[in-house]
């Protein structure tokens, strides 16, 4: 590994994620959604993981399954065995009908095969912040053992990101936030992050210096217009994560649309 050029940063990890998997073109935090993802040349990918009510670590962004299944109900008061019945990519559109909800363990192979790098949001139900992140971050040793490029854990979580480093210190692990809180380095300090993971809106130059000089790597979302990335990319971040791979390619950096 080495530095980043401009930033003397180490960032190993590819410079455009694609959002949830497949961004808007595919249905969120599905197996079909990396698929798409890795279809389309990305490297990286970014998906959120809850535990459901029997403990199982799937990936799903919101604590309910009304928006992106055909379910009713609270993740973490349901088994498995009753979420992934459930259609999670019909909404989207037709062509998705028959993706389900995927448990941790499916998609973290699934990323391997494809040789996706994975961002792996620790995204806990209310109450199960220590739990969560305790579960995704021993499984996650596990799943990528041997791998040559093991994911990030991140998550808004605190609590969530200490228990992943008091059970699996040896993962990187990226702070989660959207606006970012004057004591953002005791923050990252004590939780031992290498990265800071915000709301590229929150970000200016002068910030983004004094994080990178701190020894820290920035990775921005969401960012779906061309014109941001190109202008974020010019400032020196890490790493973008987008919606939009229409627009925003996995060479992106390299050779910008609408430069």
């Not at 960032?11 to 694609?18: E, G, I, K, L, N």
């Not at 073109?25 to 079909?32: M, R």
Request: with cysteine; proline share 7%.
């Amino acid at each position: 590994m080495t530095p980043n050029d401009a930033t003397g940063v180490v960032w190993p990890y590819p410079r455009v994620v694609a959002h949830r998997g497949g961004g808007t073109l595919a249905p969120e935090n599905t197996l079909g959604a990396l698929r798409h993802g890795a279809s389309l040349g990305f490297r990286g990918v970014e998906f959120d993981v809850m535990l459901t009510g029997d403990s199982t670590p799937v990936l799903i962004h919101d604590e309910t399954l009304e928006r992106t299944t055909d379910g009713r109900g609270e993740v973490a008061r349901l088994a498995y065995g009753a979420i992934e019945k459930f259609d999670a990519g019909r909404w989207l559109a037709e062509r998705w009908r028959g993706e389900r909800v995927p448990m941790f363990g499916e998609a973290a192979r699934l990323c391997r095969e494809l040789g996706l790098w994975a961002n792996v949001e620790i995204k806990p139900a209310k109450g199960f912040e220590a739990q969560t992140g305790r579960a995704v971050a021993q499984m996650a040793l596990e799943l990528w053992r041997g791998a040559a490029l093991a994911p990030i854990l991140s998550s808004f979580a605190p609590e969530a990101l200490a228990a992943a480093k008091a059970a699996v210190p040896q993962l990187p692990r990226g702070m989660l936030v959207d606006r970012i809180p004057p004591d953002w380095k005791a923050r990252m300090r004590s939780l031992e992050c290498v990265a800071l993971h915000c709301n590229y809106k929150a970000l200016s130059v002068p910030l983004l210096e004094e994080i990178h000089a701190a020894g820290y790597g920035v990775l921005v979302w969401t960012v779906n217009d061309p014109r941001d990335a190109k202008r974020l990319f010019e400032w020196g971040v890490d790493s973008i994560v987008t919606d939009r791979l229409d627009l925003i390619g996995p060479d992106f950096v390299r050779s910008p649309k609408g430069a």
